[in-house]
């Protein structure tokens, strides 16, 4: 997505909203500092500034505008990035049963924690991966969104003219990146249907998705300036379910999705031409001021070339534990996260006090172990313990 154009086009918008009835606009926003130490393997110092505005604009009964624009200052293991994109800018219509939302927008599909299996839509932001909630991770992506509601169920259709593509740090492992994106054409749009119901107590998801492996696989090559690692994003085509029962206090989630890849044409690609089959499970458990999430997430090449025998099953297992104290205000989290294939795994411990209404300070701790290749061991060097500030209006 152009940085650029999305920041000239919100600010365009901005200033047509102030030459409204101010009565109309409703205004909020966030801004974040941040500051962190490297431990354990971490690669120097992080630093992080945000500042996040937006608006809603109710035009109508029928008709609203949203948009919010995110400019930021990232200091992430030696590599400084100054960006401004679009986080929303969209224009809703609703009549009846019905609602149409044209724009720059995020699905957040799925049930998992931390890991996505179904919610595979959008692109994330790598450079900053694991320190913000997914939401925050996400980027936008231009799309138009229509959904109905069938009684007590709902039917989704989304278009997205554009290739996803995660935003990749410009070095990994000492070499350049550099990443070719095929070109947006309805050929290479994404469609997705998801139909949503209840039956017997579970809220429940069906889903196919004719999308993209937004994380490139990278490749080394040989050009002018010596070795970078290129890649391409690859075409997936998926169905999935994703679905939840309240058990009392506590709720079990349920989730899955078989996908088949294919080569987008531009490199060959192990990853080409394989099925896979995720499955997940989880339970929330909530009691007094505690609260606990335990998530197990699997993951099996049932078809294709595969890097490895040990690469054809996966498994995820993850611990969520928070607590809350005075009234609320403070509150504190540990998570652990661990793969069994390479034994990789991130740990964090956070602890977070409410100022006031607006302010919340935090501090928070991550540690990534694992050889360099795999999942969470690729990240050594993002361990670190940070202190930052968000204010909200």
């Known amino acids: 997505m152009n940085c650029m154009a ?9 200033a047509a909203c102030l030459a409204a009835n101010a009565a109309d606009v409703q205004w909020q926003g966030k801004a974040t500092a941040l500051g962190g130490v490297p431990v354990a393997d971490g690669d120097g110092n992080s630093f992080r500034m945000t500042l996040q505005p937006g608006l809603k604009w109710q035009l109508s009964n029928a008709l609203s505008l949203k948009a919010e624009v995110r400019l930021r200052a990232l200091l992430q293991q030696h590599e400084r990035r100054n960006d401004a994109e679009m986080r929303e800018l969209t224009v809703a219509w609703r009549s009846g049963d019905a609602t149409l939302t044209l724009g720059a927008q995020q699905l957040n599909w799925g049930r998992m924690d931390i890991l996505r299996v179904t919610d595979i839509v959008n692109p994330v932001d790598q450079h900053d991966l694991f320190y913000e909630e997914m939401p925050e991770a ?54 997705a249907v998801r139909y949503g119901f209840e039956a017997a107590g579970w809220n429940a998801d069906v889903l196919a998705i004719r999308g993209w492996q937004s994380l490139p696989s990278l490749h080394p090559v040989l050009g002018p300036q010596g070795v970078a690692l290129q890649g391409v994003p690859t075409r997936q085509d998926s169905v999935g379910f ?30 080409a031409h394989r099925r896979t089959l995720s499955l997940g499970a989880g339970l929330d458990v909530r009691s007094g001021p505690w609260f606990v999430a335990g998530q197990l997430i699997g993951a099996r090449v049932v078809d294709g070339a595969s890097g490895g025998d040990d690469e054809r099953d996966q498994l995820f297992a993850s611990l969520i534990v928070q607590r809350k104290w005075l009234q609320d ?20 411990l956070q602890l977070s006090y409410e100022l006031s209404p ?36």
């Open 6 to 14: 999305g920041f000239v086009g919100s600010w365009l918008l901005w």
């Open 138 to 191: 996400k980027l936008a992506l231009w799309m138009a969104n229509a959904e109905w509601q069938l009684g007590s169920g709902s039917l989704q259709l989304v278009l997205a003219p554009h290739v996803p593509v995660d935003r990749l740090p410009r070095r990994f492992e000492g070499f350049p990146v550099r990443v070719r994106e095929p070109a947006d054409s309805p050929r290479n749009a994404t469609y």
């Open 242 to 271: 994703s679905a939840d029962k309240p058990l009392g206090t506590t709720v079990l989630r349920l989730e899955g999705l078989y996908a088949r890849t294919s080569n987008a044409g531009e490199l060959l690609s192990n990853d």
């Open 329 to 348: 205000r403070l509150s504190g989290r540990a998570l652990h996260i661990r793969e069994t294939a390479h034994g990789s795994s991130w740990s964090s």
């Open 358 to 393: 607006h302010q919340i300070l935090l501090l928070q701790g991550d540690w990534f172990q694992g050889p360099s290749g795999a999942t969470f061991g690729a990240f050594s060097g993002r361990s670190r313990i940070a202190a930052s500030m968000r204010w909200q209006y």
